[in-house]
């Protein structure tokens, strides 16, 4: 083999030999962060860590904030083809705690959905759920997209100022039956426990240039005015759902008997 | 004698395929050097997309030029005043047609081992890895379906493609050598011969596709049917190999055709 041909295979050789040393891929990484795996035990591993399956079904009150997707596949699917060959599909709350899954690709079943926690707060959750659900904060989710494109949402939660304004707009007197008002937005407000692992809907916060309006559908249906001192902290709590009202645009529309006077 | 012209004419592939498939090779380490510089922004989207296209067309020009090269060797090598000092060598006519053949499969692999290369090259090591996992991972399926038989299928649809890219080579050699039975333009007279032969071979599938919709009209292929799906494997390994045999026949007959011309009517120019 002539010396031409030597040279050029080394520096073919060479070069592989670098570049297989280069590497990083961040599709990869995202991938990665987004795949679970079943054991043999019926367990998900994720992260190094193990989550086992919880039942759920005694406490109607709970709603964990799961919003990073991921895929459970069993254990031998390469990461190329979890998106396609899972058996579990569903989100993971922010703190890697609790999984809401539902059927994947390769699942045959149609089911609610199912709860895993992580092992090390596996007790804890448990003893929860057979607790009173006992809300500490109020809160609403909101979700939209910003002027990059990128996809912003999350829980907004309130400040103990602004719990305290909405107990206090609660146990003021109920407007009456009178005549119709109308009021462009309204946002589902939730009474939810701190960790935010339990919530009930229990408040419709109503939004326009009229004032602001809190529905309470708890026990007994009441509809009640924000007073005008008021004003200023409930702004400030519809802040970020006036971001994402400014992306999906304002679309509700709400009629109720409301005496004018009563405004 | 045989060895020493294969040797020469791999030497002189190699003169042409050696700048060309590193320039594929160095067109991927660019593409593999932009990532390393892997981000969110306008500029790394453009200068990736710009390195993947460059290294797409390099492959393209590459695998053509190969082609070309092919031809272009068989044609001047046999047909033209090189022809004269060819025939004059201790070679006979078909060991002639046998060095161009094994000079443009050797061709044809080492352009494919390039591009494998560059493709390492170019894909991140973890993807590469991630890829192979994939690779294992459907293998092993396939085999727990249909065992044995993969491994099987895999040998014969190499064979296949193997013998259909010989075939293909001698295809063009045998309209090239048509050609020059003609007195004037016989570079366009194998061009001619060339479409005439996808003609033919179009009309001839086509006449099959209407007797075979016929005849399942007529229900005689159902009878066959329970048949075939009783013994799916061994019919599937049956098609193929007569379908690989059928393509050795049609090589057979290419290079006879290409041989008789070359040993009895050679007109050079």
Not at chain 2, 127 to 145: G, N
């Amino acid at each position: 083999m002539s010396k031409r041909v030597i040279k050029a295979i080394s520096l073919i050789l060479a070069t592989v030999l670098i570049c297989s040393v280069l590497t990083g891929c961040n599709a990869l990484d995202t991938l990665r962060d987004t795949h679970a795996k079943l054991d043999n035990e019926g367990n998900i591993v994720y992260k190094g860590n193990t989550y086992m399956r919880i039942d759920a079904s005694s406490n109607k009150y709970f709603s964990p904030n799961a919003e990073h997707y991921l895929v459970a596949t069993e254990p031998d699917v390469p990461l190329l083809l979890s998106y396609f060959l899972n058996t579990y599909m569903g989100y993971i709350t922010d703190d890697d705690i609790i999984m809401v899954l539902g059927p994947g690709m390769m699942s045959a079943d149609y089911s609610d959905d199912i709860f895993y926690c992580r092992e090390d707060k596996y007790k804890e959750v448990k003893k929860k759920l057979s607790q009173e659900f006992l809300p500490e904060v109020y809160g609403y989710s909101y979700y939209y997209y910003d002027d990059n494109g990128d996809e912003v949402s999350g829980v907004y939660t309130f400040t103990k100022e602004q719990t305290k304004a909405m107990k206090e707009v609660i146990a003021s007197p109920a407007l009456e039956d009178k005549e119709l008002f109308y009021s462009d937005d309204y946002v589902d407000i939730y009474e939810a426990t701190e960790d935010l692992l339990f919530k009930k809907e229990a408040l419709r916060l109503f939004y326009s240039d009229e004032g602001y309006f809190v529905e309470n559908g708890d026990n007994e249906y009441s509809v009640h005015a924000v007073p005008e001192e008021m004003t200023d902290i409930f702004d400030e709590i519809l802040e970020t759902q006036r971001l994402s009202d400014e992306y999906w645009g304002s679309e509700y529309e709400f009629y109720y008997d409301i005496d004018e006077d009563e405004i | 004698m045989f060895g020493k012209l294969l040797k020469h004419e791999l030497r002189s592939y190699l003169r042409v395929l050696l700048p060309v498939e590193l320039i594929l090779i160095g067109i991927a380490l660019i593409g593999r050097l932009v990532q390393l510089f892997e981000s969110d922004s306008l500029i790394y989207s453009f200068m990736l997309t710009s390195a993947l296209l460059a290294f797409f067309a390099a492959w393209i020009i590459s695998t053509i030029l190969i082609a070309i090269l092919c031809v272009v060797r068989f044609y001047k090598n046999l047909f033209t005043g090189e022809g004269y000092l060819t025939f004059t060598l201790p070679v006979t006519t078909g060991q002639h047609l046998w060095v161009k053949i094994i000079g443009a499969t050797a061709a044809g692999v080492i352009s494919m081992v390039a591009t494998l290369i560059s493709l390492f090259i170019i894909c991140d090591t973890e993807l590469l890895i991630e890829i192979f996992k994939v690779v294992i991972y459907l293998s092993k399926l396939a085999m727990d379906y249909i065992g044995i038989n993969y491994i099987f299928f895999i040998i014969e649809i190499v064979i296949s493609l193997f013998i259909s890219g010989i075939s293909q080579n001698l295809l063009i050699y045998a309209c090239i050598a048509i050609g020059q039975t003609a007195r004037k333009h016989r570079i366009l007279w194998a061009i001619g011969v060339y479409f005439i032969h996808y003609l033919i071979t179009q009309t001839i599938s086509v006449a099959f596709q209407f007797i075979s919709s016929v005849l399942s009209i007529t229900g005689i292929f159902e009878r066959f049917a329970d048949f075939i799906t009783k013994y799916y494997m061994e019919f599937t390994h049956c098609m193929l190999t007569f379908s690989s045999l059928i393509q050795l026949a049609i090589c057979g007959v290419y290079f006879i055709i290409t041989y008789f011309i070359i040993h009895k009517k050679l007109n050079l120019e």
